[in-house]
């Protein structure tokens, strides 16, 4: 099993939609969680870190669950400029595992 | 203030040259993470390593790879006697530390192909 796992996708969708990704993780001693995106051929961006009380940032709304392992990031009025790999990432002691990300294509 | 910088953004090595990639971390960074990423995969550490010391290799093959973070000057990952199989995108990371609170920042990556 995967120590972080996610849906592969393709997520296709309109612009203006509203769009969640899920993440799970195996490893409960995890202790920081956060959201990349990386778009094709480049480098992963910190899209956002994760905190237990749930954050948000503008259009995106990123979620923790310790109990059940698991992490999710919702964006809302989608964008064409969204359109990437989004990362999903946890962090042990100084140790970053990435999930192999979820595409997501904005389609005008 | 300038991010991670790696050189070179492209290499291309025939079968048993040596390759060298070089990661210069942000201003006030110690901690740096090297990453290999093939083509449609995702991101598997490698090393993590802060000034002078290796504190985690276990990504890293046993043979013909090897990183360093000297005193001075960048950081190094270097490959000998490259094989197809390298070619990939290496990317550098690094962080202010180890603490909750600091957050991992990206080099451009180095485009490693093996002919």
């Known amino acids: 099993r995967k120590e972080v796992e996610q849906d592969p996708g393709p997520f296709n969708v309109p612009e203006g939609a509203t769009v969640a990704f899920n993440c799970t993780y195996s490893?409960?001693?995890?202790?920081?969680f956060f959201w990349y995106r990386q778009d094709c051929r480049k480098e992963p961006k910190l899209l956002m870190s994760?905190?237990?009380s749930g954050n948000e940032d503008g259009r995106f709304t990123a979620q923790l669950n310790r109990a059940s392992q698991y992490i999710s990031l919702l964006i809302r009025d989608s964008k064409l400029s969204d359109s990437a790999t989004y990362l999903c990432?946890?962090?042990?002691?100084?140790?970053?595992?990435f999930g192999t990300g979820t595409r997501l294509k904005v389609l005008a | 203030n300038a991010g991670v910088m790696q050189n070179p953004r492209h290499l291309v090595r025939r079968r048993g040259q040596e390759a060298r990639l070089r990661c210069s971390p942000m201003k006030g960074h110690s901690h740096v993470y090297w990453y290999r990423q093939l083509p449609e995969e995702g991101l598997k550490f490698m090393v993590y390593l802060q000034k002078e010391n290796i504190i985690d290799e276990s990504g890293m093959p046993k043979e013909r790879f090897s990183a360093e973070f000297p005193k001075e000057g960048p950081s190094i990952l270097r490959i000998q006697q490259v094989v197809r199989g390298d070619s990939a995108a290496y990317f550098c990371?690094?962080?202010?530390?180890?603490?909750?609170?600091?957050?991992?920042?990206f080099g451009p990556g180095t485009r490693l192909t093996v002919t």
């Open positions: 490893n409960s001693a995890s202790q920081s």
């Open positions: 990371a690094s962080s202010r530390g180890t603490s909750e609170s600091y957050e991992q920042y």
């Open positions: 990432v946890t962090r042990g002691t100084y140790k970053y595992i």
């Open positions: 994760v905190y237990s």
